[in-house]
């Protein structure tokens, strides 16, 4: 079955620390990746997306991801965490039209 | 702002009744999708339209039921309601499937 699965639930950090977000997913063929992130009480808003070309994909607000093809992933990474970054984040993959979507993992950035 | 508008912000009703969510593509995109967004099963795919016609469909009840208009905005039914259909209800939209999907605001349903 086509899955998505973003290995941690919850991520306490610090300002200034470095965030890596995993998320691994598991279907045949040609599929797009995207990263979302939901700050309290909004919408989804996308961070960052995958298509084809360079597997390093590099966001909005100094977020990037790397697709690693052999290993089903694309991480999201990012630095230097501000308060601001305190989200929950979630992982999609889609193929013919579908967007499937990880569990999510809520970040919070503590001053 | 993602150009994609959702009515109502907020709904609250009783069990059993019907209700209408309505939702409203950015400019340009034929593709709308609805989303449930509920604290015990996390964000779940229901159904997408494509130039008013269903292109796939994903965990939607049988009591939910979805159409997209002429002019591309879409409405999502949900009748017969029940305390666990309490959620978050997205829409998105994209020029085609594939492409980046762009949230509304959401609907917050609550059933009482």
């Known amino acids: 079955a086509q899955s998505v699965s973003q290995h941690n639930h919850h991520v306490i950090l610090s300002e200034a620390a470095s965030l890596e977000l995993g998320c691994n997913y598991s279907?045949?063929?040609?599929?797009?990746l995207f990263w979302y992130v939901q700050y309290p009480g909004q919408h989804l808003q996308l961070l960052l997306k995958y298509f084809s070309g360079d597997p390093l994909v590099k966001g909005i607000k100094g977020f990037e991801a790397e697709f690693i093809k052999s290993k089903f992933s694309f991480n999201l990474r990012k630095p230097s965490v501000q308060w601001s970054d305190t989200a929950e984040y979630f992982c999609?993959?889609?193929?013919?039209?579908?967007?499937?979507f990880g569990a999510g993992t809520q970040v919070v950035v503590t001053p | 702002d993602s150009g994609v508008t959702q009515t109502p912000k907020h709904l609250i009703t009783a069990t059993g009744q019907r209700v209408t969510l309505r939702c409203s593509p950015r400019s340009g995109d034929l593709s709308v999708y609805w989303y449930q967004q509920s604290l015990d099963q996390g964000l779940q795919f229901l159904i997408q339209y494509y130039n008013g016609e269903e292109r796939a469909k994903g965990n939607i009840l049988e009591r939910f039921s979805a159409q997209q208009f002429p002019d591309l905005h879409s409405e999502l039914n949900l009748s017969s309601l029940e305390l666990g259909d309490s959620a978050l209800y997205f829409c998105a939209s994209s020029v085609d499937r594939g492409n980046e999907q762009f949230f509304g605001p959401g609907t917050r349903l609550t059933v009482l």
């Open positions: 999609a993959v889609s193929s013919w039209g579908k967007l499937q």
């Open positions: 279907y045949g063929g040609t599929v797009n």
